[in-house]
């Protein structure tokens, strides 16, 4: 049990000083001030910091990406204490290029290691490929069976892909509808998007001429380059997800994007951002041949935060839900993003500067000034 006091609490709309009363993961009461007669309450002065609901990022690549450069070049893993560090409370791991020696099964796995080591943790099955790898045979049966899986994972437009036809495209986005449905799941579709020819010509063509939602397609990657850009602003138009990856160049950045969208009066209730992280990100040259590859950093969410706050002018009240309450909906995750009574108590206190002062987890100190409290088993 945990008691904070004098939290300037973004909720993530401002709320001003309050007092949250903290157990089993949960808050349970949260008011100007509060006074628990309880024996066994830690109390903590947050000393008027701001407290704001932890961050969810739903595109990492916990088990590891890359590979395109040989065994060599495939990435680690992500930690615990990597997460935590940058106020990631909530994650969502992803298969990449590399369906073959990293499995479903691999992800599932680190998914529910992550669990066990005190944060919320999902993912999904699939990687570039259509037809999809999977753990049980079935995209359908993964997602409505196992039980951390909310939805698939799928790439166009990329010379990495499968090159699937539209129909086979339109097959899996059913698929993961329906199963969504019968699972009791959001049913996403997470789309990589590439640098090809075709951009979202797949998305606007399933909305042309099929039934499935727009809900379910959810394209990212979609800052990589200005064409692509525009498609990514005009899905969002139409009332389309839209996920935008750090990282990118100044022009194409996530806060950049948002800063243009809000500008130009597009709806912004459906853009959110993510790191990639543990992705490897490359540069190929015009025959095809890898020149340049790196690994993309979970600590770009955090300072796409920063970014958006003192570069691009956004309240810290509105800049919050792009990786907060907005992933939290997207998802269909109603104890996450937002900072309530009856909500999971997934918190992180922020000074002057936006840095970290504080990590919690399911009402768990992670991270205090820093440092890690709580490491996973190898990392000790």
């Known amino acids: 049990m945990i ?3 004098h939290a300037d609490v973004y909720a993530p709309e401002h709320l001003g000083l309050r007092d949250l009363f903290l157990c089993s993961g949960q808050i349970q009461a949260m008011a100007p001030q509060l006074e628990v007669s309880l024996e066994g309450v830690e109390v903590i002065d947050c000393g008027g910091l701001r407290l704001v609901p932890g961050f969810l990022d739903q595109h990492v690549h916990i088990t590891g990406g890359g590979g395109e450069g040989g065994f060599h070049t495939r990435a680690p893993e992500a930690t615990l204490t990597a997460l935590t560090t940058q106020g990631i409370t909530t994650v ?5 290029t590399d369906g073959c020696t990293r499995s479903v099964e691999n992800l599932v796995a680190k998914t529910k290691a992550l669990r066990r080591e005190g944060i919320t943790a999902y993912c999904c099955t699939g990687s570039y ?3 999809s790898t999977t753990l049980t045979g079935s995209v359908e049966k993964d997602i409505i069976f196992v039980e951390e899986i909310l939805g698939s994972k799928s790439a166009i437009s990329d010379h990495r892909d499968s090159a699937p036809s539209d129909e086979a495209f339109f097959h899996l986005m059913a698929q993961t509808r329906t199963a969504g449905m019968i699972g009791g ?3 996403i579709a997470v789309i990589h998007v590439g640098d090809g020819r075709d951009g979202l010509g797949k998305l606007f063509r399933a909305l042309e001429q099929t039934d499935i939602p727009i809900k379910t397609m959810r394209p ?3 800052n990589r380059n200005p064409r692509l850009l525009e498609e990514g602003l005009r899905w969002t138009s139409l009332g389309g997800y839209t996920d935008w ?3 990118m160049s100044r022009e194409n950045r996530p806060a950049a994007v948002l800063r243009r969208a809000k500008d130009q009066g597009i709806p912004t209730e459906h853009m959110t951002i993510s790191s990639d992280g543990y992705g490897s990100w490359s540069r190929y040259d015009a025959q095809g041949h890898l020149v340049e590859m790196g690994v993309s950093t979970v600590a770009a969410l955090h300072r796409e935060l920063r970014a958006l706050v003192k570069e691009y002018s ?5 800049a919050l839900p792009f990786l907060t309450s907005q992933v939290a ?3 269909e995750l109603p104890q996450k993003g937002r900072v309530r009574v009856g909500g999971d108590a997934d918190l992180l206190l922020l000074d002057e500067q936006l840095d970290l002062e504080l990590v919690m987890a399911m009402g768990q100190v992670m991270v205090r000034s820093g440092v890690p409290l709580v490491k996973g088993p190898y990392e000790r």
Do not use: Q, R, S
Not at 92 to 96: A, K, W
Not at 314 to 318: D, H, I, N, V
């Open 3 to 5: 008691l904070l006091k």
């Open 92 to 96: 969502v791991g992803l298969l990449g």
């Open 129 to 131: 490929a259509i037809p």
């Open 185 to 187: 799941k959001p049913g």
């Open 220 to 222: 990212t990657h979609l």
């Open 245 to 247: 990856t750090c990282g």
């Open 314 to 318: 956004f309240p810290l009240e509105e």
């Open 329 to 331: 909906d997207g998802l």
